[in-house]
Every structure is written in structure tokens, then in C-alpha cells.
């Protein structure tokens, strides 16, 4: 996701007028997405503790995020493992890692997570939109998450329907989620 250059010949800038970005460049604020690597397991656990603590705080209480986040229980070993057995997606923005998600071969998507700072910037609307691409261009029927309460309303937006309110025990702790479909 580049921003080509136009025009035959390169352009003097203007002062206090950004340029366009070269080819191969990101342009500043734009959402790059790429494969996942092992160097990437403590930055996303970051992203996923923070997201967590931090933006699902507002719908969960202390106890759910704490049995939900459990970060004395995580190890960027058994992390690395599951990202890359679920082929995770990542989200770049500004040079930093920004979100992360993942679609298994039935359209499931086990995770979908944008750092706070990063949040209402098109980070996970730029990861699900890949998300489906990949999952039609592998025949996939559907998309399904079970989406938190924080994060229902972005599935409903991009066109998920509710089809059942869930309630798991994590760690002893009963929290709420959403058991969703998108038909593709």
C-alpha cells in the first residue's frame, strides 16, 4: 500500500506543503499492512495487553480485564507460536505497530487488536478489510469472530450480525462477548 508519485518529473516541494510520498514510501498516517514475523511477538503482545487494559476497560470491570488480559500468564514463546500458526496479519502506522488480526481457513477471526493510541485511525478497518480479501480469495462463506462488547459495534458497522450473546468463564471470571457472522 503505496502512494505512487505522479507526473513526469519530480517536484520542487512548496514550503509548509507535505510532499507526495516516493514510490515504495508510506505516507505519514497511512496504515501499511504485512505478514508477521518473530520479531513482531512482544510488540503485539503489547498491543493486545494494551487494547485490552486500555480501550475494553471502558465495557469491562477490573476483574474481566485482568482474567481476560492475565499478563502474568502470557510468554512471547507460546505468543510467537500462535501467531504464526494463525498466520497473523500486522498493521504499521506512523513506524510503529499499530494493530494485528488473523482469519483461520473457516473465516474465523481469533483476534483483532489496535493499540489505544492507534484507535479510530483505520488500523482495524484496513486489517479486516485484508481479512476478507483473503477469505474469498480462499472460498471461504463467512467471516466469524466473537467479538467483545468493545468491539461489537466496529463488526456491526463493516456489516456483521449478532447471532448470539455469549458468556464464557475465563479464568473463573464470567465476561460477555458476541458470537458474529458476516456472509461474504
Known amino acids: 500500500m ?6 513526469p518529473a519530480p517536484r ?3 514550503p509548509g506543503v507535505p510532499e507526495a510520498p516516493t514510490p515504495g514510501s508510506v505516507a505519514p498516517g497511512q496504515v501499511t499492512l504485512r505478514a508477521y514475523s518473530r520479531a513482531d511477538a512482544a510488540p503485539t503482545l503489547a498491543v493486545f495487553l494494551a487494547a485490552v487494559t486500555g480501550t475494553a476497560s471502558a465495557h469491562y470491570s477490573p476483574e474481566q ?5 492475565a499478563p502474568a500468564e502470557r510468554n512471547l514463546d507460546s505468543w510467537q507460536a ?8 500486522v498493521a504499521v502506522l506512523d513506524g510503529a505497530i499499530a494493530g494485528f488480526s488473523d482469519v483461520d481457513a473457516h473465516g474465523y477471526i481469533d ?9 479510530r485511525r483505520g488500523v482495524a478497518s484496513a486489517l ?20 467483545s462488547l468493545t468491539a461489537r459495534p466496529f ?6 450480525l449478532v ?22
Request: hydrophobic share 45%; aromatic share 8%.
Open 2 to 7: 503505496t502512494w505512487p508519485r505522479s507526473g
Open 82 to 89: 500462535a501467531r504464526t500458526r494463525l498466520d497473523t496479519l
Open 65 to 69: 480485564i485482568a482474567a481476560w488480559s
Open 111 to 119: 483476534m483483532m487488536f489496535v493499540a489505544p493510541r492507534f484507535g
Open 155 to 160: 463488526f456491526e458497522r463493516h456489516g456483521f
Open 128 to 147: 479486516l478489510a485484508e481479512l476478507e480479501h483473503r477469505a474469498r480469495a480462499a472460498g471461504t462463506a463467512e467471516l466469524s469472530v466473537h467479538a
Open 12 to 14: 520542487v516541494p512548496s
Open 163 to 184: 447471532l448470539e450473546e455469549r458468556h464464557p468463564v475465563l479464568r473463573g471470571v464470567h465476561l460477555t462477548n458476541f458470537r458474529m457472522l458476516k456472509p461474504l
